[in-house]
Protein backbone atom coordinates (compact mmCIF):
# COMPACT_ATOMS: atom_id res chain seq x y z
CA UNK A 1 0.00 0.00 0.00
CA UNK A 2 1.62 3.57 -0.96
CA UNK A 3 0.47 6.76 1.48
CA UNK A 4 1.06 9.97 0.12
CA UNK A 5 1.29 12.69 2.90
CA UNK A 6 1.06 16.54 1.54
CA UNK A 7 2.63 18.02 4.05
CA UNK A 8 4.76 21.89 5.18
CA UNK A 9 6.72 19.53 7.61
CA UNK A 10 8.02 16.20 5.95
CA UNK A 11 10.65 15.87 8.25
CA UNK A 12 7.82 15.24 11.24
CA UNK A 13 5.87 12.57 9.36
CA UNK A 14 9.00 10.66 8.36
CA UNK A 15 10.87 10.21 11.62
CA UNK A 16 7.60 9.70 13.23
CA UNK A 17 6.88 6.95 10.89
CA UNK A 18 10.17 5.53 10.32
CA UNK A 19 10.96 3.29 13.46
CA UNK A 20 9.69 0.11 14.92
CA UNK A 21 6.50 -2.30 12.99
CA UNK A 22 5.61 0.61 10.43
CA UNK A 23 9.49 1.23 9.38
CA UNK A 24 10.03 -2.63 9.43
CA UNK A 25 7.19 -2.79 6.85
CA UNK A 26 8.50 -0.09 4.72
CA UNK A 27 12.31 -1.69 4.35
CA UNK A 28 10.38 -5.22 3.77
CA UNK A 29 8.01 -3.52 0.68
CA UNK A 30 4.82 -4.07 2.36
CA UNK A 31 4.04 0.17 2.64
CA UNK A 32 5.78 2.82 0.50
CA UNK A 33 5.26 5.98 2.61
CA UNK A 34 6.19 9.33 0.46
CA UNK A 35 6.20 12.72 1.86
CA UNK A 36 5.10 15.86 -0.36
CA UNK A 37 6.48 19.21 1.05
CA UNK A 38 3.83 21.67 0.33
CA UNK A 39 6.07 24.52 0.13
CA UNK A 40 8.05 23.27 -2.72
CA UNK A 41 5.21 24.18 -4.62
CA UNK A 42 4.85 27.64 -4.06
CA UNK A 43 4.71 30.40 -7.11
CA UNK A 44 4.91 32.99 -4.54
CA UNK A 45 9.00 34.39 -5.09
CA UNK A 46 9.77 34.83 -0.85
CA UNK A 47 8.43 30.77 -0.28
CA UNK A 48 5.34 31.71 1.20
CA UNK A 49 2.43 29.43 1.63
CA UNK A 50 -0.02 31.37 3.82
CA UNK A 51 -2.12 34.28 3.43
CA UNK A 52 -4.71 36.50 5.57
CA UNK A 53 -8.32 34.92 5.77
CA UNK A 54 -10.68 37.32 3.51
CA UNK A 55 -13.14 38.30 5.91
CA UNK A 56 -10.85 38.46 8.86
CA UNK A 57 -10.33 36.37 12.07
CA UNK A 58 -7.30 35.32 14.08
CA UNK A 59 -4.32 33.57 11.91
CA UNK A 60 -3.01 32.56 8.86
CA UNK A 61 -4.61 30.25 5.86
CA UNK A 62 -2.81 27.57 3.51
CA UNK A 63 -3.27 28.83 0.37
CA UNK A 64 -4.89 26.92 -2.48
CA UNK A 65 -2.61 26.89 -5.46
CA UNK A 66 0.68 25.29 -3.43
CA UNK A 67 -1.75 22.92 -2.33
CA UNK A 68 -3.10 21.57 -5.35
CA UNK A 69 0.23 21.55 -7.02
CA UNK A 70 1.66 19.25 -4.72
CA UNK A 71 -1.54 16.85 -5.20
CA UNK A 72 -1.18 17.37 -8.70
CA UNK A 73 2.28 15.87 -8.58
CA UNK A 74 0.90 13.00 -6.92
CA UNK A 75 -2.06 12.43 -9.09
CA UNK A 76 -0.50 13.19 -11.95
CA UNK A 77 2.29 10.42 -11.70
CA UNK A 78 -0.41 8.37 -10.76
CA UNK A 79 -2.80 8.54 -13.81
CA UNK A 80 -5.89 8.81 -11.47
CA UNK A 81 -6.99 10.34 -8.48
CA UNK A 82 -6.90 8.39 -5.40
CA UNK A 83 -9.02 9.24 -2.44
CA UNK A 84 -7.23 11.97 -0.72
CA UNK A 85 -8.07 12.56 3.20
CA UNK A 86 -8.21 15.80 4.87
CA UNK A 87 -7.26 15.51 8.25
CA UNK A 88 -9.67 18.06 9.99
CA UNK A 89 -11.44 18.18 13.56
CA UNK A 90 -14.24 18.92 11.02
CA UNK A 91 -14.68 15.54 10.18
CA UNK A 92 -16.27 11.94 11.81
CA UNK A 93 -14.10 10.55 13.81
CA UNK A 94 -11.66 7.66 13.17
CA UNK A 95 -12.27 4.24 14.09
CA UNK A 96 -10.80 0.82 14.24
CA UNK A 97 -13.55 -0.15 11.50
CA UNK A 98 -12.49 3.06 9.62
CA UNK A 99 -8.98 1.57 9.27
CA UNK A 100 -9.66 -1.63 8.19
CA UNK A 101 -11.86 -0.03 5.04
CA UNK A 102 -8.86 2.18 3.85
CA UNK A 103 -6.64 -0.93 4.03
CA UNK A 104 -7.92 -1.85 1.15
CA UNK A 105 -6.77 0.71 -0.84
CA UNK A 106 -3.41 0.79 -3.25
CA UNK A 107 -2.90 4.22 -2.91
CA UNK A 108 -4.04 7.24 -0.33
CA UNK A 109 -3.33 10.49 0.06
CA UNK A 110 -3.50 12.48 3.35
CA UNK A 111 -3.56 16.50 3.26
CA UNK A 112 -2.44 18.00 6.37
CA UNK A 113 -3.63 21.64 7.41
CA UNK A 114 -1.58 24.15 9.50
CA UNK A 115 -1.86 27.28 10.92
CA UNK A 116 -6.03 28.09 10.91
CA UNK A 117 -6.18 25.20 8.08
CA UNK A 118 -6.74 25.72 3.86
CA UNK A 119 -8.32 27.58 1.71
CA UNK A 120 -12.60 25.85 0.86
CA UNK A 121 -11.95 26.20 -2.98
CA UNK A 122 -8.84 23.70 -2.82
CA UNK A 123 -10.33 21.01 -0.55
CA UNK A 124 -13.73 20.63 -2.54
CA UNK A 125 -11.86 20.40 -5.42
CA UNK A 126 -9.60 17.35 -4.25
CA UNK A 127 -10.65 16.24 -1.04
CA UNK A 128 -13.05 13.00 -0.82
CA UNK A 129 -12.80 12.00 2.64
CA UNK A 130 -12.55 14.45 5.99
CA UNK A 131 -11.52 13.04 8.64
CA UNK A 132 -10.62 13.83 12.62
CA UNK A 133 -8.98 12.08 14.88
CA UNK A 134 -10.90 13.72 18.07
CA UNK A 135 -12.88 16.50 19.27
CA UNK A 136 -9.89 18.49 20.54
CA UNK A 137 -7.85 20.85 18.07
CA UNK A 138 -3.97 20.23 17.19
CA UNK A 139 -1.76 22.61 15.80
CA UNK A 140 -1.41 20.37 12.71
CA UNK A 141 -2.28 17.69 10.75
CA UNK A 142 1.20 15.76 11.08
CA UNK A 143 0.07 13.75 13.82
CA UNK A 144 -3.37 12.81 13.20
CA UNK A 145 -1.73 11.58 9.08
CA UNK A 146 0.90 9.73 11.30
CA UNK A 147 -1.89 7.97 13.60
CA UNK A 148 -4.08 7.06 10.98
CA UNK A 149 -1.05 5.79 8.90
CA UNK A 150 -0.44 3.11 11.79
CA UNK A 151 -3.58 2.30 12.85
CA UNK A 152 -4.17 1.31 8.52
CA UNK A 153 -1.18 -0.19 7.73
CA UNK A 154 -1.52 -3.19 10.57
CA UNK A 155 -4.47 -3.97 8.52
CA UNK A 156 -1.93 -4.21 5.31
CA UNK A 157 -1.21 -8.01 4.75
CA UNK A 158 2.49 -8.91 5.79
CA UNK A 159 2.49 -5.97 8.66
CA UNK A 160 2.59 -7.55 11.50
CA UNK A 161 3.85 -11.04 11.85
CA UNK A 162 1.78 -13.84 13.06
CA UNK A 163 2.91 -13.29 16.34
CA UNK A 164 1.64 -9.53 16.80
CA UNK A 165 -1.27 -10.18 14.41
CA UNK A 166 -3.44 -12.12 17.37
CA UNK A 167 -6.79 -12.94 16.45
CA UNK A 168 -8.43 -11.07 19.53
CA UNK A 169 -7.85 -7.34 19.81
CA UNK A 170 -9.84 -4.66 20.42
CA UNK A 171 -12.63 -3.45 18.70
CA UNK A 172 -12.94 -6.81 17.64
CA UNK A 173 -16.39 -7.53 17.59
CA UNK A 174 -17.07 -4.28 19.57
CA UNK A 175 -15.38 -5.33 22.75
CA UNK A 176 -12.39 -4.29 24.35
CA UNK A 177 -9.53 -6.87 24.60
CA UNK A 178 -9.40 -8.93 27.97
CA UNK A 179 -6.31 -8.45 30.68
CA UNK A 180 -2.98 -9.87 29.48
CA UNK A 181 0.16 -11.51 31.65
CA UNK A 182 3.99 -11.81 31.49
CA UNK A 183 6.35 -13.40 33.74
CA UNK A 184 7.16 -13.96 36.58
CA UNK A 185 3.99 -15.64 37.64
CA UNK A 186 3.91 -13.46 40.78
CA UNK A 187 5.11 -9.58 41.20
CA UNK A 188 4.62 -7.20 43.82
CA UNK A 189 2.33 -10.52 45.70
CA UNK A 190 -0.41 -10.17 42.61
CA UNK A 191 -0.27 -13.86 40.78
CA UNK A 192 -1.34 -14.85 37.41
CA UNK A 193 -4.88 -15.83 37.48
CA UNK A 194 -4.87 -19.33 37.63
CA UNK A 195 -6.76 -20.32 35.18
CA UNK A 196 -4.38 -19.19 32.25
CA UNK A 197 -1.70 -21.70 33.74
CA UNK A 198 -4.16 -24.00 33.45
CA UNK A 199 -3.10 -25.05 29.37
CA UNK A 200 -6.99 -25.36 29.17
CA UNK A 201 -7.87 -23.64 25.85
CA UNK A 202 -11.60 -23.56 26.18
CA UNK A 203 -11.32 -22.45 30.23
CA UNK A 204 -9.08 -19.83 29.02
CA UNK A 205 -11.42 -18.85 26.19
CA UNK A 206 -13.71 -18.82 27.70
CA UNK A 207 -12.44 -16.55 30.87
CA UNK A 208 -11.01 -14.09 28.42
CA UNK A 209 -14.13 -13.87 26.61
CA UNK A 210 -15.49 -12.77 30.48
CA UNK A 211 -13.16 -10.86 31.36
CA UNK A 212 -13.51 -8.61 28.08
CA UNK A 213 -16.99 -8.42 28.58
CA UNK A 214 -16.57 -6.67 32.21
CA UNK A 215 -13.94 -4.20 30.19
CA UNK A 216 -15.73 -2.83 28.16
CA UNK A 217 -19.01 -2.99 30.26
CA UNK A 218 -16.71 -0.62 33.04
CA UNK A 219 -14.68 1.17 30.62
CA UNK A 220 -16.94 1.60 27.58
CA UNK A 221 -20.43 1.64 28.37
CA UNK A 222 -20.69 2.94 24.70
CA UNK A 223 -19.02 0.45 22.89
CA UNK A 224 -20.91 -2.03 25.84
CA UNK A 225 -24.38 -0.94 24.62
CA UNK A 226 -23.49 -1.23 21.03
CA UNK A 227 -22.02 -5.19 21.72
CA UNK A 228 -25.25 -5.89 23.66
CA UNK A 229 -27.95 -4.63 21.08
CA UNK A 230 -24.73 -6.44 17.81
CA UNK A 231 -25.88 -9.85 20.16
CA UNK A 232 -29.44 -9.10 19.82
CA UNK A 233 -29.79 -8.40 23.29
CA UNK A 234 -31.70 -4.80 24.38
CA UNK A 235 -29.43 -3.92 26.60
CA UNK A 236 -29.62 -3.37 30.30
N1 LIG B 1 -9.49 26.38 12.28
C1 LIG B 1 -9.69 24.97 12.21
C2 LIG B 1 -11.04 24.59 12.77
O1 LIG B 1 -11.47 25.24 13.72
O2 LIG B 1 -11.63 23.60 12.31
C3 LIG B 1 -8.61 24.23 12.97
C4 LIG B 1 -7.27 24.34 12.34
S1 LIG B 1 -6.02 23.43 13.22
C5 LIG B 1 -5.37 24.64 14.28
C6 LIG B 1 -4.78 23.20 12.00
C7 LIG B 1 -4.80 21.88 11.28
O3 LIG B 1 -4.59 20.85 12.20
C8 LIG B 1 -6.08 21.52 10.57
O4 LIG B 1 -6.13 22.09 9.29
C9 LIG B 1 -6.01 20.01 10.52
O5 LIG B 1 -5.28 19.56 9.39
C10 LIG B 1 -5.25 19.67 11.78
N2 LIG B 1 -6.06 19.18 12.92
C11 LIG B 1 -6.29 19.83 14.08
N3 LIG B 1 -7.05 19.10 14.91
C12 LIG B 1 -7.32 17.95 14.28
C13 LIG B 1 -8.07 16.79 14.63
N4 LIG B 1 -8.71 16.68 15.79
N5 LIG B 1 -8.14 15.78 13.72
C14 LIG B 1 -7.51 15.87 12.53
N6 LIG B 1 -6.79 16.96 12.15
C15 LIG B 1 -6.69 17.99 13.00
Redesign the pocket.
Known sequence: MNFYILTLFPDMVREGLNTSIIGRAVQAGHLAIETVNIRDYTLDRHNRVDDYPYGGGA?ML?QAQPVYDAWKSVTDRLGYRPRCV??????PTFTQTMAKEYAGEQDLIF????????DERVLEEIVTDY???????????EL?AMVMVDAISRMVPGVLTNQESGSWESFENDLLEYPQYSRPEEWMGKRVPQVLLSGHHKNIADWRQQQAELRTRERRPDLWQRYVEGQGGGGE
Not at 86 to 91: A, D, E, K, S, V
Not at 111 to 118: R, T
Request: with cysteine; hydrophobic share 30%.
Open positions: GMYLTPQGLCGHYEGIVSIGDYVLTGGP
